[in-house]
């Protein structure tokens, strides 16, 4: 693969990667709400769903997606459900993923919940869709092999996904660490319920 594709791509990739979107705004959610450490859950099944685009994109499923735009619909809303849910019970201060005054900290919620909410975030963004299939298709070059080609470019934004997202839970965990204090737990866990629910507006809108 040539190599100024690749310095090309890398910034490229980066500069989307780190503008606020859906799975950037559900990392400072998270980060915050349950902190950097269980938030790599979460991160781990965004990249994984955002590999899973990108390959997507490039071998030709998107095109079936967009011919089956009630398939695709039906997928956003159960996610955008699902993240409403989290959200409602998160301003309530109640459910697994909500910040308990006495213990300021979340151990409930499953490791395999939080990877499934990165993932169905991932694959249910029509942006992310559209992104992979405008970008990727002029990085690949007819003059080599498409695999090698493919897997370094889904490697690139794996990677970039995760950086960008650690750089967003890290920042919703310093708000965490400033507003935990019995006094400000609800106000805490609403912003964090916010967030979700902003999340979840997102898929449906888009």
Excluded: H
Excluded at 44 to 56: D, F, M, T
Excluded at 141 to 153: E, F, H, K, R
Aim: proline share 3%.
């Amino acid at each position: 693969m040539d190599t100024s594709v690749l310095w090309v791509f890398i910034p490229t990739f980066f500069f989307v990667s780190i503008t606020p979107g859906m799975c950037m705004t559900l990392a400072l959610g998270l980060g915050m709400s349950i902190g950097y450490k269980r938030t790599l859950w979460m991160m781990l099944g965004e990249v994984v769903g955002v590999a899973v685009v990108a390959i997507s994109a490039v071998v030709g499923i998107a095109a079936v997606m967009i011919k089956m735009p009630t398939l695709f619909l039906l997928f956003k809303i159960v996610g955008a459900s699902y993240l409403t849910y989290l959200g409602i019970q998160m301003w309530r201060s109640k459910g697994k993923m909500a910040i308990s005054s006495e213990s300021l900290s979340v151990d409930q919620s499953s490791n395999y919940a939080l990877m499934a909410q990165g993932f169905i975030t991932a694959i249910a963004n029509p942006k992310g869709w559209a992104f992979m299939v405008s970008l990727l298709p002029p990085f690949i070059s007819s003059q080599y092999s498409l695999t090698p080609q493919l897997a370094i470019l889904v490697a690139i934004i794996m990677l970039s996904e995760f950086i960008c997202m650690s750089i967003y839970a890290s920042g919703g965990k310093g708000l965490r660490a400033m507003l935990a204090n019995r006094d400000n737990v609800k106000v805490m866990n609403r912003i964090a319920g916010s967030l979700m629910i902003m999340v979840a507006i997102w898929l449906l809108i888009e």
